[in-house]
């Protein structure tokens, strides 16, 4: 199911970063101290004097804790058990780096980053279950999207609750963009006004914002398919990236979210908010070895500027060093 996903990686129309580079290193390790806090008793395991099993079990329970599942955690102690045997490695100190690259190794399949230049207007559906953060990802893209001098229209496709759409509002005046809504509750009729609204006033991207849902709910399930292709009647092959956004503090439940949402929608990413809040950014481990849907975008707190396009040797680098 995920096989389409390897190596697939668009490395040549990477989005520009906003910040100077040392800002952004400093955010991302200010956003990722929770999980780091949680791994820092990997610094004394690794200059202690010897690797056996107890080693290894220390690592393991680490590993787990910060929550990178079952499967990506054997995946990476046998690596480093194999490492160390065909090198007759003695010291815990020369599997440090091993780990480091395992890990990178791990998370680089995810590294996909967004191009917007193949399609006019560019059409972004971001779904999800309640609370994810996604109405806030859609003002954090807004302001990243138009930092790199991109116009963008927002769709208020959460017609569900009344204060969604006034969210959405709000992030519209804060960013100075203009918001398609609607007084109807058929989120599908506002994703086909939005659309050809942007294709007449030449914009370059709509964000379209939906309500939370589970996958469990059939019906919004099938609500959610058919904004899909109401979106694609508005505009063929669009939308052209359909994101999931999960909390990163969702736990192992966040590899069900994947699975069940790239099944009803084919995603073609991910966006990790909360990581800020988060002990378990390990999260991200065990959806490269369980549900490699690539990673565009991990959200490091509540700011406008919190969205970090993910890169795995930054984001590990984040986390151990
Ligand atoms: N700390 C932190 N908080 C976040 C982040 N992203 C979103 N939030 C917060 O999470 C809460 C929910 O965010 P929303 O954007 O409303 O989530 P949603 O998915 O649109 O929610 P529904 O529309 O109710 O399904 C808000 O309080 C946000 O400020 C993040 O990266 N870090
Ligand atoms: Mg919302």
Redo the contacts with the bound molecule.
């Keep these: 199911m995920f096989s389409f996903l390897k190596n697939n990686t668009p490395k040549n129309n990477p989005i520009p970063e906003t910040s100077t580079a040392s800002g952004i290193g400093s955010r991302l390790r200010a956003g990722l101290a929770k999980t780091r806090d949680r791994l820092r008793d990997l610094t004394p395991l690794f200059s202690s004097s010897k690797i056996d099993g107890a080693f290894y079990e220390e690592i393991e329970a680490l590993l787990l804790s910060a929550d990178c599942g079952i499967k990506a955690t054997a995946t990476i102690i046998q690596t480093l058990r194999n490492t160390a045997n065909e090198k007759k490695l003695n010291s815990p100190a020369e599997l440090k780096p091993i780990l480091h690259s395992t890990l990178v190794k791990l998370l680089s399949p995810l590294e996909s980053p967004l191009d917007t230049r193949n399609a006019h207007p560019f059409v972004i559906l971001l779904a999800?279950v309640?609370?994810?953060?996604?109405?806030?990802?859609i003002g954090k893209l807004t302001h990243l999207f138009q930092s790199q001098g991109l116009s963008v229209l927002l769709a208020a496709g959460?017609t569900f609750r009344a204060a969604?759409k006034e969210?959405l509002k709000i992030w519209a005046e804060r960013n100075q963009v203009d918001i398609i809504s609607q007084s109807g509750n058929d989120p599908s009729a506002v994703m086909y006004d939005a659309v050809t609204a942007a294709q007449a006033r030449q914009i370059d991207i709509v964000l379209a914002d939906t309500?939370?849902r589970l996958p469990t709910q059939t019906h919004l399930m099938d609500e959610i398919r058919k904004i899909k292709r109401v979106i694609d009647k508005a505009q063929t092959n669009a939308p052209h990236e359909i994101l999931l956004?999960l909390d990163a503090s969702t736990g192992q439940n966040a590899i069900n979210q994947v699975k069940a949402f790239h099944q009803a929608l084919n995603l073609t990413g991910l966006v990790l908010?909360?990581?800020?809040?988060s002990a378990r950014g390990g999260v991200l481990l065990a959806i490269a070895q369980e549900c490699p849907v690539p990673i565009k975008y991990i959200?490091?707190?509540?700011n406008v500027t919190?969205l970090k396009k993910f890169d795995a040797q930054e984001f590990i680098a984040a986390l151990l060093d």
């Design positions: 999800g309640n609370g994810a953060g996604k109405t806030t990802t959460d969604a969210q309500a939370g956004v908010t909360k990581l800020d809040g959200g490091v707190g509540e919190d």
